[in-house]
């Protein structure tokens, strides 16, 4: 069974920083890209980044372009999201997610995990 | 980006009866590979997105066979055959063929 368990969110202030975390089991982690999904509270679901499956590849939404970092380390079957320069409008639900193609590229997200609160306040 | 329409935003369904979702997106989710890169996904409430179908029609692992998805190029529809209790929730329908992935605005199905 695919499980995928974040961790790391909390209060922070605007302008602070903050590393999520995902553990994953169930599956052979580093055959698969892995994503950040984040919902804000009462919104719908905005995709922030995706990594593949041997971490040589990132990308990232323009909104966090330049302040947050996906990374992977597949000897802990783990990925993370180290966040910078937070901002009020970075406040949300941030969901680990499997990417459903194996092997290289990217296709689309089947797997989700359960989410990790972050907030964003003075 | 790609900007993903879906419509209606609610829906109030008695069980038993069926229900549609359309999903439009601004460009054409078919890839050269011949594939067209198109998923639904359901979040329950208090749950986070499982997902329902992808590649248009395809029903992933454990998806009960009332829910069907079909559409090509831009145009796209989730039915439900026979809505039950348990399908409430928000629908969302997301392009995978670009980045960054896109989602639609979300359809809330209640039960009548």
């Known amino acids: 069974e695919v499980q995928l368990v974040e961790s790391g969110g909390v209060v922070v202030q605007p302008g602070g920083s903050l590393r999520l975390s995902c553990a994953a089991s169930?599956?052979?982690?580093?055959?698969?890209?892995m994503h950040w999904v984040r919902q804000a509270p009462g919104k719908g679901l905005e995709w922030v980044s995706l990594i593949s499956w041997d971490g040589g590849s990132t990308y990232y939404a323009d909104s966090v372009k330049g302040r947050f970092t996906i990374s992977r380390d597949n000897s802990k079957n783990s990925l993370y999201l180290q966040m910078n320069s937070l901002r009020t409008e970075d406040s949300a639900l941030y969901y680990c997610?499997?990417?459903?193609?194996?092997?290289?590229?990217?296709?689309?997200?089947?797997?989700w995990g359960q989410g990790t609160l972050v907030t964003v306040s003075s | 980006d790609i900007v993903m329409t879906q419509t209606p935003l609610s829906l109030s369904v008695t069980p038993g009866q069926p229900a549609s979702i359309s999903c439009k997106s601004s460009?054409?989710?078919?890839?050269?590979?011949?594939?067209?890169?198109l998923y639904w996904y359901l979040q329950k409430p208090g749950q986070s997105p499982q997902l329902l179908i992808y590649?248009?029609?395809s029903r992933f692992s454990g998806v009960p066979d009332r829910f069907s998805g079909s559409g090509s190029g831009t145009d796209f529809t989730l039915k439900i055959s026979r809505v039950e209790a348990e399908d409430v929730g928000v629908y969302y329908c997301m392009q995978s063929i670009q980045l960054p992935y896109t989602f639609g605005q979300g359809t809330k199905l209640e039960i009548k």
């Open positions: 460009q054409s989710l078919l890839h050269s590979d011949g594939k067209t890169y």
């Open positions: 997610a499997k990417d459903n193609h194996y092997g290289s590229g990217s296709y689309g997200v089947d797997y």
């Open positions: 590649e248009v029609s």
């Open positions: 169930g599956f052979t982690f580093d055959d698969y890209a």
